[in-house]
């Protein structure tokens, strides 16, 4: 099949290719972003690959359609960015890579958790510059402390487990409670609680109607005083400007976010030489106690080479007319609920 990647970096081509040898399929890459504007490009090609950062609106979908397209494989778990109804009505298939990083995520956020605590990336600048004094970089023990985990899928449970080893407590928040979370002796509780009473909250849930600003000033001014937050979801579960307050205000005390809701326009790009406009960003990079990456949570060897491996097994489903796990259904009454990577 000819396929059109979108949203290319040499590190997708170089896993994409791997997993390509034979070659079963023509790939040819496209470094833009798939949008109506670069939809064009896609003339042609049966399949289009895209990441999380492209967007499948409707008059995208109708761009590619128009084309010949008739197949959206997702190389990203979310699928907050397509259409579903635009593509159901365009019979176009939408198949995505549900679980392809777990690990690598839990792990990121604990490296957060880590750093924002003990300091870390303060020290390794104070070093370099030959500055050995300890002074401001007090931290606390982990063993004790209590953790809320909102959203209990396979990552949620992942950071259950790690922050377990480390000696804490777990609160939990699910529409689905995960009985392996609570063999590990999770608490579920409803969302208050576990505001009120967690030490450091921790967000693994994915971005629908329902989630979209969970984290506000209503949920913020219930949290315990200098509470530490943590997102390696997706940005706009997080209202920016409330968690700016709350940082103002002292009632969050430390923030590691690796996603943010404005992300498009900055993530995964070399903008080291240009002037940043986004001024919400510039100010959560002027708090010593905010830790940001750039969307780099999945980014290990085995996610990538999962997310190919993956995606082309979703194509020969399709393609090959057998039914596909990883197909995602227009549902018009069931809202979407997705594991987020």
Known sequence: ?????????????????????????????????????????????PAVCVFVHDLVDAPTLKILASGGTRLIALRCAGFNNVDLQAAADLGIKVVRVPAYSPYGVAEHAVGLILSLNRKIHHAYNRVRESNFSLSGLLGFNLNGRTVGIIGTGRIGLILGQIMKGFGCNILAYDVYRNAELEKLGGKY???????ANSDIISLHCPLMPETHHLINAESIAQMKPRVMLIN?????????????????????GFLGVDVYEQESELFFEDLSGEIIQDDVFLRLTTFPNVLITGHQAFFTEEALYNIAETTFANIADIEQG???ANEISYQPEIPAKAQVS
């Open 232 to 252: 390696t979801s997706r940005g706009a579960l997080i209202d920016t400007q409330a968690v700016i307050d709350g940082l103002k205000s002292h009632k969050i």
């Open 322 to 324: 057998r039914a596909c």
């Open 189 to 195: 509780v409803e969302l208050p609680e576990l505001f």
């Open 1 to 45: 099949m000819k396929i059109a990647v979108f949203s290319t970096k040499s590190y997708d081509r170089q896993f994409l290719e791997a997993a390509n040898s034979s070659p079963q399929h023509e790939l040819v890459f496209f470094e833009p972003r798939l949008n109506r504007n670069t939809a064009i490009l896609a003339a042609g090609f």
